[in-house]
């Protein structure tokens, strides 16, 4: 079974937003052992979304389009499917009911443009939107093809496609391949440190397939088996990420849809240890992380972000003459922060960060990227300096990670 996805808006072609409908559902499609073997992208344009799906019924079992399910007069996918299968759009009442009772819910009267929403294709099978107003589509042409369509928002496009759209393709069109993926999360190793341990791994033939993922701060590796038989493929999976794991020990943080954040949280509550964070350099993006996790109030009852001298002194009780003497960004006054958190809050860590996220503020001595790091106990204090690469952001973000994973590497020891 050959799938293809298709995505429609302007928006994603002139780069406005992010194509990750197309990730995800390539994701789930190998999950079933489909295929996708193209990945396409139109604009808001009849005639070539025309083409686009024509050219996809053509060459293609499985053809999924996200985008273009709106009332705006943009809004161009329901007419070309239409156009290109010669159906009749035909209101559907049930939809324009739960259109209607969308909008009651949030008292806000119905634009008359909603009711093109409510059109559908005649023979199609229409999907309950639960977020939003846009209905899904199933058009069944031919034995052996299938047109989907999807809104283009994700949070209501993955309910349908978890709730409707698996489960019809597992039980018409999934093919008789198994297709298996693992995603190893490395942090702390640049891509050609990662690439020299595993360098062999990478050239695997199939069925197995391992490819190498920078993202900032941290280095993935995604391994893929593709076999007729799923006990050899979990087999192969399973011997490829031991090796793996062999390699890379420490350096390891996670798997698949793991975060550093969320394994951070699951061993500070395993270990029934507290932790406070003082930032400086990161605003607050550390807090930010670990309290993306629910239950964190558990472990993380204080963040205090002091970015200037006078407030590292007043709300963190780091010495003037400490500040002077070593400067605020320095080993010294990050050991300070970390310490001196850990007893504001009385937990079991503080972690204290300072450093030069730039792009201004630096010197020859002290240059953008600079940042050191403390993880203060009772018994003992951790302390790194980083030198980091990148704008502003990219600099925040490789020093959030290296703290958390600071943290990870203490708390598994």
């Not at 793996?244 to 395993?270: C, F, H, M, P, W």
């Amino acid at each position: 079974m050959k799938a293809e996805i298709i995505c429609v808006g302007t928006e994603i072609l002139l780069g406005k937003i992010v194509n990750t409908n197309a990730q995800y559902l390539s994701q789930k499609l190998a999950q079933l052992g489909i295929d996708v073997h193209y990945h396409s992208t139109v604009g808001d344009n009849t005639e070539r979304l025309y083409l686009a799906i024509k050219r996809g019924l053509h060459r293609s079992n499985v053809i999924i389009i996200t985008g273009g399910l709106g009332p705006t007069v943009d809004d161009l996918t329901l007419e070309g499917i239409a156009q290109v299968l010669q159906k009749k759009l035909i209101l559907n009442r049930n939809i324009l009911k739960d259109i209607k009772d969308h909008f009651h819910k949030r008292h806000i009267p119905m634009p008359k443009e909603n009711v093109r929403q409510a059109l559908v294709p005649e023979g199609a099978k229409a999907l309950k939107n639960e977020v939003g107003t846009a209905p899904g589509l199933i058009i069944r042409w031919h034995e052996k093809k299938v047109l989907i369509a999807l809104p283009g928002v994700p949070a209501e496009m993955k309910p349908m496609v978890e709730r409707d759209v698996l489960p019809y393709l597992k039980k018409n069109f999934s093919g008789d391949w198994v297709i298996l993926s693992r995603k190893i999360k490395t942090c702390g190793l640049a891509e050609s440190q990662v690439n020299q341990k595993v360098k062999d791994i990478l050239k695997s033939k199939p069925p197995l397939s391992v490819g190498i993922y920078v993202h900032t701060g941290s280095v993935d590796l995604d391994i893929t088996v593709r076999s007729t038989n799923k006990a050899i493929a979990e087999k192969l999976l399973n011997n490829t990420e031991r090796k793996i794991n062999s390699r890379l020990k420490k350096y390891i943080y996670g798997k698949d849809s793991q975060t550093l954040e969320s394994v951070v949280a699951k061993a500070l509550t395993k270990a029934k240890r507290t932790i406070a964070v003082a930032e400086s350099c990161t605003g607050g993006l550390i807090s930010k992380r670990l309290t993306n996790i629910s239950g964190s109030s558990k472990y993380f009852p204080l963040g205090v972000v002091t970015y200037s001298n006078k407030q590292k002194r007043n709300l963190l009780g780091i010495p003037k003459e400490a500040l002077d003497n070593f400067g605020a960004v320095s080993k010294e006054v990050a050991t300070l922060m970390a310490q001196n958190i850990s007893q504001m809050a009385k937990t079991d860590m503080g972690l204290g960060i300072t450093g030069i996220a730039g792009p201004t503020g630096a010197s020859k001595e002290k240059p953008v990227g600079l940042v050191h790091i403390a993880l203060a106990t009772p018994r003992k204090v951790i302390s790194e300096e980083f030198h980091f690469h990148g704008d502003r952001k990219a600099v925040r973000l490789r020093a959030s990670q290296a703290a958390l994973d600071m943290v990870r590497r203490y708390l598994i020891k």
